[in-house]
């Protein structure tokens, strides 16, 4: 192990990942403390684990069958609909829950949990169905043989629990920091708040860095204890091993259940991605106040006419954190997966950028960069691509560190024997036998980055991003405006992993 | 000289000690073949040698220089000039790089001058008989071309100690039969201290000056071949 | 790719991003596409080069003036602050964050609608009216603020949630125009009924405006900006500027001010004097924004109500600025449950 790149890229994570953190939690005090462990608002504490909870349930409910489906068995067009599985998670939530607003009378609680939980059920299908590509054929030949598919599924399913269990953790996590989701499905019926209104109205009518933070602190706590048990399940190794003469299983044949679970993989898709992107089509052209081609055609030639500084800033932004991000997340997730002393004290330190409200973690940003000595630098473009490579660094850590525990680990050995010294093992040997890994966590880092609209609200370089724009549209009522320009942007986000697909088509590592 | 010497080396992973702990002195140019059970102890003896695995206790000397004092490495794994080879048709090999640029790229971290390198390599792959075969991935090799690039990438920075470990397994009787020749004609010619773990003795007892024998990570017979 | 060809890419993408130093840094609340052109038309006429920072409308005008607290801790960088309301303005100069200047420009405008200590100046106003969909209710049918709560609209009325924006702006000034017992009774009637989902409470006011437009609603609590969007886009709507009698229709001007640490003072006092021309109020009176001029001497289009219209609610701005904060954190107890 490189003694000096992981240290460059551990001074990198502590600066662009943990310091906006410190320089936060360094405006609290004892006091403002307490003032947020009133009964009020631990009773929103309690309701909002019981959303991220009801949106993980939601989110196995979906999120296991589904994977499995796609990745195990024939039925038509399995490949296709592993790969559109993915598209609910690139949505915007707000996106989702508006326009089945529009389509049912559902509201409250529950009509939160199942927006969350359908938006987050991507994170447990591709998990999970990772995992059942990573049972052995002679497994599953062994099951088939004494009781067919019910008995291989019974013996399958404890194997891939885990993978589900730690996608889930990331759903909980994904939906109790989700504020725009509760907020609108409250505004339309009956209100249901939960925690992250508190910290979102503490942060506007605070207006004292010190109290916002501290009024986030249950919510970050209830975070870290989400992801605690997904480390714990990342340590001991249950999502990713395999053992070293490894058959991959064939698709099982589901005979007359074809088609049934076609139609699943169709309705799921359609509530979660398909219903949402027609109804912004459809709202593009006029909406209800009739649908035309020309209305969208304008709709389009309008975003793109405003919107094209904009969408240009989000990619060069993109672009550079994943270009900063990429680098360090591998030099880390290399570390935190071989070497055992590191790894203990870093992987619980490696989520904390993301256990920490994006507005807050903006707030950080501010707090570290706008000095004199970096005013130039804060003042810059360059603010934005530290500040999301800093907030997006966990996933791309996660990302290779799940590669890493793949490689055998014998290639890097036999290099080390060989003479090879560690900068160069981890540059020339690696590296090379991670691409999947770069493309994937480039991809990653590039997706969230032209999502990322929370982190960069208060940060001044970061207000040219396309989202921002889209907010901002979004206020004066410019239905058709607004629904060209979310298009627009999902095209781009969806973009590159497209062309993959299409050009390439090698399966990409991208889950942390 | 002793070129591998063991003193009290113990060895525990998991928890639980899977070597040691055992004294081990293995003299200079001899071929020393290493037999016992699954789990014995066999592998994690030649990654010790290696400095692949830390001892909780005991100290390594390699050539007389003390190269592992319980946990502390005091040389690390590339600067031992071992030569190893993994159990298994070809593991890590290095999936991305063809014969010719595998080879290379040891000969120059070894700091062999670029002028000199094409020169080595080739003789490496003479050695090996993998003429015609130098673009070639380890994905597009057959097991027994890949072991023997393995054993090619073992011997390409000059080790003085040549770790084996199952180097035959997965070979068929013939190939087995010519690769352990060639082994054993680069030990000889080289000048090599090699230690052979094999589950069948036979195949290497004709080379072999001395075999020992390890259950539950002790040496439990220890005789001249 | 290689981890330092990498970084040399990163590097070559990003270092366009720089820019050199302006001559002034305005931060603006007021929407993007009514203030934009209105600044580059100032950097043409003046030759000043301004950075200009717009706020996101989800933050409700609270994000810059965040912001501007955040980075007066160790480098302040704004000169400007363009708000499009007044309370967050009142409470910067409550903490000694604004600069003095009296604007020549804005000798004409009325008292109410500048700070006595010459720290923020208000122009082109928005008034808090009630939208009413013309389908579902007789807009001449509803005349007080407290038909809101009338039973016969149960679930067919609206506000946003007052915990930011011009609502909380107008919540705040309630408990100044009503007194302390009356305001409370009508927020926390507001809060009861939301509870339930007798009232919709919605997430600013251009959702309450697209709620009734589109006839979710029946009549709601909303700006004359976003009102004036439905209007144009061909929805049957109407405004009631409700209280003629009463306590009155609450106006909230822009307010520019100058930053104590402003680094660049006297363009910044170059900017205010031209802001504040009649030709601007009269500008935005046009626009789509529809914005009121505060001055009796502005022209105002035929769409844009003046102080005739309606009863103005008096407002003592300095005041609502020292307690904006306490009633919010009293309002997010009652509406945060």
């Known amino acids: 192990m490189s003694r000096p790149l992981v240290l460059v890229a551990v001074a990198a994570f502590l600066v662009l990942g943990l310091a906006p953190v410190a320089m936060m939690l360094a405006r609290v005090d004892g006091a403002q403390l307490a003032d947020f462990l009133s009964e009020r608002s631990l009773a929103l504490l309690g309701r909002t684990a019981l959303l991220g909870t009801g949106a993980a349930l939601v989110a196995l409910v979906v999120g296991i069958p589904f994977g499995f489906v796609v990745a195990r068995t024939d039925v038509p067009g399995a490949s296709f609909w592993r790969v559109a599985g993915i598209l609910p998670i690139l949505l915007p939530p707000l996106v989702v829950a508006m326009s089945w607003a529009g389509m049912t009378t559902l509201r409250g609680g529950l009509a939160t949990t199942l927006v969350l939980g359908l938006c987050a059920f991507p994170l447990v299908s591709l998990y999970v169905a990772r995992a059942f590509e990573r049972i052995d054929a002679r497994q599953e030949e062994a099951a088939l043989l004494a009781g067919g598919l019910a008995a291989a599924i019974r013996v399958e399913l404890p194997l891939v629990l885990p993978s589900a269990l730690f996608a889930a953790c990331f759903a909980f996590v994904l939906s109790v920091n989700d504020f725009a989701v509760p907020d609108y499905v409250s505004s339309i019926g009956p209100k249901w708040n939960v925690y992250a209104d508190e910290v979102f109205a503490s942060w506007r009518s605070a207006q004292d860095t010190g109290a916002a933070v501290a009024a986030a602190l249950p919510l970050v706590l209830l975070t870290l204890l989400a992801l605690l048990p997904a480390l714990e399940l990342r340590r001991r190794n249950l999502l990713t091993s395999f053992s070293g003469d490894f058959r991959a299983p064939g698709r099982l044949r589901l005979g007359a259940w074809r088609w049934p679970a076609l139609a699943f993989v169709l309705a799921v898709l359609g509530v979660a991605a398909f219903a949402p992107l027609g109804r912004l089509m459809w709202e593009s052209g006029g909406g209800p106040r009739g649908f035309s081609v020309e209305n969208a055609r304008a709709a389009f030639a309008r975003a793109l006419e405003l919107g094209r500084s904009n969408i240009a800033s989000s990619l060069l932004f993109a672009v550079g954190a994943a270009a900063i991000a990429v680098p360090v997340g591998f030099v880390l997730g290399h570390a935190l997966e071989r070497l055992q002393r590191v790894g203990r004290w870093l992987a619980p330190l490696v989520v904390v950028p993301i256990a920490v409200p994006a507005i807050l973690f903006g707030i950080g940003g501010i707090a570290l960069w706008n000095r004199p000595a970096t005013g130039a630098l804060y003042d810059s473009g360059w603010m934005a691509v530290l500040l999301f490579a800093g907030r997006l660094l966990p996933f791309v850590v996660l990302a290779f560190a799940a590669a890493t525990a793949m490689l055998d680990p014998r290639i890097e050995e036999s290099a080390r024997v060989s003479g090879i010294g560690p900068t160069r093992r981890l540059v020339r040997i690696v590296a090379p036998t991670l691409t999947l890994a770069f493309v994937g966590s480039t991809l990653l880092v590039f997706v969230l980055a032209m999502r990322e609209l929370d982190a960069a609200i208060l940060v001044p370089a970061a207000n040219s991003c396309v989202l921002f724009r889209l907010y901002n549209a979004v206020h004066f009522g410019r239905d058709d405006f607004v629904a060209a320009l979310a298009l627009i942007v999902v095209f781009f986000v969806v973009a590159p992993g497209l062309l993959w697909t299409l050009f390439v088509g090698r399966r990409l590592e991208v889950l942390p | ?225 | 790719m290689h981890a330092t060809q990498l970084l040399a890419l990163a590097a070559i993408v990003i270092l366009p991003a720089c820019s050199r130093e302006p001559d002034l840094v305005v931060y603006c609340s007021l929407d993007q596409e009514f203030s934009e052109g209105l600044l580059r038309r100032f950097e043409s006429e003046s030759g000043l080069s301004v950075r200009a920072e717009f706020d996101i409308e989800a933050n409700k005008n609270v994000g810059l003036a965040a912001r501007l607290r955040e980075e007066a801790v160790n480098r302040p960088r704004c000169d400007v602050f363009w708000s499009n309301e007044c309370a967050q303005v009142a409470a910067l100069a409550e903490d000694g964050l604004l600069a003095e200047y009296d604007s020549p420009s804005a000798a004409e405008i009325p008292a109410e609608f500048r700070d006595p200590g010459h720290h923020w100046t208000g122009f082109a106003a928005r008034a808090r009216v009630f939208i009413v969909n013309t389908k579902l209710a007789d807009p001449t049918q509803i005349k007080s603020m407290w038909d809101l709560f009338d039973p016969k609209w149960k679930g067919q009325v609206a506000l946003a949630r007052p915990l930011a924006g011009t609502t909380n702006t107008h919540m705040t000034a309630l408990y100044l125009a009503l007194g302390e017992d009356e305001a409370r009774r009508y927020v926390e009637t507001a809060a009861e009924l939301a509870a339930d989902g007798s009232l919709n409470l919605a997430t600013g006011n251009a959702h309450v405006m697209r709620l009734v437009r589109e006839g979710h609603a029946a009549f709601g609590w909303t700006d004359t900006d976003d009102f004036n969007v439905a209007l144009q886009g061909g929805y049957p709507v109407a405004a009631v500027y409700p209280d003629r009698g009463g306590v009155g229709t609450l106006l909230i001007p822009n307010a520019v001010c100058i930053l104590e640490s402003a680094p660049h003072a006297d363009a910044a006092r170059r900017f205010v004097d031209w802001i504040l021309r009649p030709e601007i109020e009269a500008e935005l009176a046009r626009s789509r924004a529809a914005q009121v001029p505060v001055r009796a001497s502005v022209p105002r289009p035929s769409n844009v109500v003046g102080p005739d219209g309606f009863t103005a609610m008096r407002v003592d701005w300095g005041e609502v600025g020292r307690t904006v904060r306490q009633r919010t954190a009293e309002m997010q107890e009652i509406f945060l449950k």
């Open chain 2, 1 to 225: 000289m002793n070129a591998v010497a063991f003193e009290q080396v113990r060895v525990d992973l998991g928890g639980r000690t899977v070597l040691g702990p055992i004294d081990l002195p293995i003299a200079s140019r001899t071929w020393t073949l290493c037999v016992g059970p699954s789990g014995s102890g066999k592998t994690t003896l030649l990654r010790a040698i290696a400095g692949l695995v830390a001892p909780r206790s005991g100290r390594v000397h390699l050539a007389g220089t003390l190269a592992s004092d319980g946990p502390r490495l005091l040389v690390p794994p590339e600067r031992r000039r071992i030569g190893l080879v993994f159990q298994g048709g070809g593991a890590g090999l290095w999936p991305h790089m063809s014969v010719r640029s595998t080879l290379e790229f040891v000969l120059a971290a070894s700091g062999i001058p670029r002028g000199e390198r094409a020169r080595r390599c080739g003789e490496l792959v003479e050695l090996v008989e993998l003429r015609g075969l130098e673009a070639r991935r380890p994905g597009e090799l057959s097991g027994g071309e890949a072991q023997r690039l393995a054993l090619a990438r073992a011997l390409a920075h000059d080790p003085k100690v040549l770790l084996l470990d199952e180097p035959l397994g997965p070979l068929d009787a013939r190939l087995r039969r010519d690769l352990a020749e060639r082994i054993h004609r680069v030990h000889t010619e080289r000048g090599l201290t090699t230690l052979h773990v094999t589950h069948d003795p036979d195949e290497t007892r004709d080379f072999a000056d001395r075999c020992i024998r390890l259950e539950q990570g002790r040496i439990v017979n220890d005789e001249a071949a």
